[in-house]
């Protein structure tokens, strides 16, 4: 099992950038250099993550929780399309899925339906972690109308050598149910940059508050945000994702 913990984004010591870039990028009073515009800021951001990049291991549980306080944010302020209800390990009562998100989809004309997305953080060394994992996920007893399992590209999903190893053979069982849609997405480091960089700039120090809920769509729909399959994942869309 792979529960989400509670995100604390402190500077590590190889990283001292950090604070001082996002407090001078917000500074409004006083004679300070005003406040970069939003956009800028983030690239900005992105660059010193990217030169400090040993600073930045895997960690899926830190992207978990950071995907999970900006979809809350997104969900609040009805920029994602339908999205209703974002849920964790404990608000679910099990420790199967990660995250749990749910979309109201219809027409005016239309019945309105429910569909359901399960997201699932996977780290782990052992191809033995791996087939219980998937193991647990294909015993789901509710399962969501899609699942995604989700690694980051500096630890591969670990699956044994044999062509037949259990983990190869559970995985297969996944992509072969016929009532959800099961697929995986191994993230590069520019798309963990990415995704820090943004939850940086819009959490320092409450930003979100603050930022015009105009201009928060706008960003979202910027190259960064567009281009981002983890992003677009949660928008509803499934570009880059492997069956």
């Given at each position: 099992?792979?529960?989400?913990?509670?995100?604390?984004?402190?500077?590590?010591?190889?990283?001292?950038?950090?604070?001082?870039?996002?407090?001078?990028?917000?500074?409004?009073?006083?004679?300070?250099?005003?406040?970069?515009?939003?956009?800028?800021?983030?690239?900005?951001?992105?660059?010193?993550?990217?030169?400090?990049?040993?600073?930045?291991?895997?960690?899926?549980?830190?992207?978990?929780?950071?995907?999970?306080?900006?979809?809350?944010?997104?969900?609040?302020l009805?920029?994602?399309?339908?999205l209703?209800?974002?849920?964790?390990?404990?608000?679910?009562?099990?420790q199967?899925?990660?995250?749990?998100?749910?979309?109201?989809?219809?027409?005016?004309?239309?019945?309105?339906?429910?569909?359901?997305?399960?997201?699932?953080?996977?780290?782990?060394?052992?191809?033995?972690?791996?087939?219980?994992?998937?193991?647990?996920?294909?015993?789901?007893?509710?399962?969501?109308?899609?699942?995604?399992?989700?690694?980051?590209?500096?630890?591969?999903?670990?699956?044994?050598?044999?062509?037949?190893?259990?983990?190869?053979?559970?995985?297969?069982?996944?992509r072969?149910?016929?009532?959800?849609?099961?697929?995986?997405?191994?993230?590069?480091?520019?798309?963990?940059?990415?995704?820090?960089?943004?939850?940086?700039?819009?959490?320092?120090?409450?930003?979100?508050?603050?930022?015009?809920?105009e201009?928060?769509?706008?960003?979202?729909?910027?190259?960064?945000?567009?281009?981002?399959?983890?992003?677009?994942?949660?928008?509803?869309?499934?570009?880059?994702?492997?069956?």
């Amino acid at each position: 099992p792979n529960p989400t913990p509670k995100v604390k984004p402190t500077p590590t010591p190889t990283d001292t950038s950090r604070s001082n870039d996002v407090t001078a990028s917000n500074n409004t009073s006083g004679k300070g250099t005003p406040p970069l515009p939003l956009e800028q800021r983030i690239y900005e951001r992105l660059q010193t993550i990217r030169s400090h990049r040993d600073s930045y291991p895997a960690n899926v549980s830190h992207l978990c929780g950071m995907t999970e306080q900006l979809l809350r944010r997104l969900m609040e302020l009805q920029i994602i399309n339908g999205l209703v209800a974002v849920e964790t390990s404990p608000e679910m009562g099990n420790q199967i899925l990660d995250l749990l998100l749910t979309y109201r989809r219809g027409a005016s004309r239309s019945p309105v339906t429910s569909e359901t997305l399960g997201l699932k953080f996977v780290q782990t060394s052992s191809p033995t972690s791996t087939a219980a994992i998937l193991r647990n996920l294909k015993n789901l007893m509710n399962p969501p109308t899609r699942m995604v399992l989700i690694t980051d590209e500096r630890q591969p999903l670990p699956l044994g050598q044999q062509v037949d190893s259990q983990a190869r053979q559970r995985l297969q069982e996944l992509r072969q149910r016929p009532h959800y849609a099961f697929q995986t997405l191994e993230l590069t480091f520019d798309e963990v940059a990415e995704l820090q960089a943004l939850y940086d700039v819009l959490f320092a120090t409450n930003a979100p508050a603050a930022i015009p809920v105009e201009t928060l769509r706008h960003l979202f729909d910027n190259d960064i945000c567009r281009r981002h399959r983890l992003l677009a994942l949660c928008r509803g869309e499934s570009s880059g994702l492997t069956v």
